[in-house]
């Protein structure tokens, strides 16, 4: 099972099925904040629903197309990390995550990215790995930023958000690239 330790106070593992009260908790007290950028908050309407997203992120990870991960500060579920995808032939991974409302502003995705960015290029042996963010969603792309990825582009209209399409601000960040910061 996936386990990463980032530092004495924050661990990324993969969720468990007593994780997902948690999980189906953290979300909703952030359902607000979440909505403007992600599109799957309807689908999370109780802990079953949590427990499906669980399951299936552990079907994904067998299959080595995603791995999902819990972002544990001081051993509290405060958010999600993961690659949404992994392309081995083309060695791409498709970063995401989100944290609770609560503890942004921490530096705890900053450092929880930062860890899989690492893991990614060094164990998965990855050489790209590509970030999205909604254009307006600025706190994410300063973690981006901070993390040295690229902007590479724009996709308009790339996602429908319940009653609107937004735009997504393509980062790209490469192995090499990486290797010759102080971040890793």
């Known amino acids: 099972m996936f386990h990463l330790h980032v530092n004495n106070n924050i661990n990324l593992r993969m969720l468990t099925a007593r994780d997902a009260e948690p999980l189906f908790k953290r979300i909703d007290q952030s359902r607000d904040l979440l909505q403007k950028w992600l599109p799957w908050l309807n689908e999370f309407q109780s802990s079953e ?30 958010g999600v990390v993961g690659f949404n995808h992994l392309d081995f032939k083309n060695k791409i991974g ?22 899989f960015i690492t893991y990614g290029f060094n164990d998965l042996c990855l050489n790209r790995i590509d ?4 254009s307006e969603n600025t706190k ?45």
């Open 49 to 78: 629903d949590a427990l499906l997203f669980i399951k299936n992120s552990f079907q994904l990870y067998n299959n080595r197309e995603a791995i999902t991960a819990g972002v544990f500060a001081h051993e509290e579920l405060v």
């Open 94 to 115: 498709f970063i995401g995550y989100w944290l609770s409302m609560q503890y942004q502003g921490r530096g705890i995705m900053t450092q929880s990215v930062a860890a």
């Open 131 to 134: 970030l999205r963010t909604a």
């Open 140 to 184: 994410s792309q300063a973690i981006a930023k901070r993390l040295g990825f690229i902007k590479e582009g724009r996709i308009r209209d790339a996602e429908w958000l319940y009653n609107r399409y937004v735009d997504h601000i393509i980062y790209g960040l490469l192995k090499k690239d990486w290797s010759n910061t102080s971040l890793n």
